[in-house]
């Protein structure tokens, strides 16, 4: 049977966009193509260099914001950040990074901050999860103007990296002292790639329910929408386009459709314009034709 798509301002999906030129030209971007969610760095996330915000920034960002149809904004928090680092200048570096990064979100009214946990550096995993939790609920302490959530992203396993089972994103959580203030975002090509499948029904229906069992679904409140260049289990960070991977067009025709996640901003993180193809917009069309009448 053909799948009727809905009307997609029923649908909490869009992308991450660029905020070159301003930080409301993502926001412009989003709704040129017709999306109800949007992902952005607040910063550039490759230097430690800050950023403070204008009052004008924070003006036009958020005029531009109720013209457009977005109804939930994520930031990604930068990748230099490691709060499971042994080394104490990195750790403070990153400490004092995310922690701008939330007070930054707070200040545009961003929900939610993504970060990805950190890595051990060898260190082991006890300890790195031990330093991410203790990180958190000194930010959290110290900066009590701090209104977004902060949200725990699934990773790849790559390396020494942390938060690639649920069990470890669970312990994290359930270290933090501020509870309510903690979640998870959920990477399709992350998590596949750290050995969950969701490929087939059965498979997804039991990835679900191995999440809500450790974790809770009521604590997942960002997906991440991106397919797999590297096959299950393979620990390999990279993402490929929507139905082309080792994924493939199935699970996400499974999560567009799971009344669970019809609240949850779906996000995608797909490569982007090759030449004059737009994959932004191919992706984005394809995710809208999975969800069902």
Sequence with gaps: MKRRSKDPRDILL?????????????????????????????????????RTLSHQEIERFNEVRELAAIQSICSHA??????????????????KALENELLRSSLLSIPYVIM??????????????????????????????????????????QGSSLGHTF??????????????????????????????????????????????????IDRLCVIHL??????????VDRHEHIGEGKIGIDAFGFIMNDARLKTIP???????KKGSVDYDQINLNRLRALVSG
């Design 14 to 50: 869009g992308a991450h966009f660029s905020i070159a030129g301003g930080l409301h030209k993502a926001v412009l971007t989003a709704s040129e193509y017709g999306c109800t969610a949007l992902q952005i760095f607040t910063k550039n996330a490759t230097t430690w260099k800050e």
């Design 78 to 95: 930068s990748y230099l950040i490691n709060l499971a680092s042994p080394e104490s200048i990195k750790y403070d570096r990153s400490l």
């Design 116 to 157: 990805h946990p950190g890595s051990h550096m060898g260190a082991g995993e006890d300890k790195g999860l031990q330093r991410i939790a203790q990180g958190i609920n000194t930010i959290f302490d110290r900066s009590p103007n701090i209104t977004c959530r902060l949200l725990l992203e699934a990773t790849a396993g």
């Design 167 to 216: 069990e470890q994103l669970a312990r994290i959580s359930d270290s933090v002292e501020a509870k309510e203030r903690v979640g998870v975002c959920f990477d399709t090509c992350h998590v596949f790639a750290a050995g969950y499948d969701i490929r087939g029904k059965k498979a997804y229906q039991g990835t679900m329910q191995s999440l809500d069992r450790i974790i809770g």
């Design 226 to 235: 991106n397919d797999a260049k590297k096959g299950l289990a393979a620990r």
């Design 266 to 272: 779906k996000i995608l993180e797909t490569p982007k």
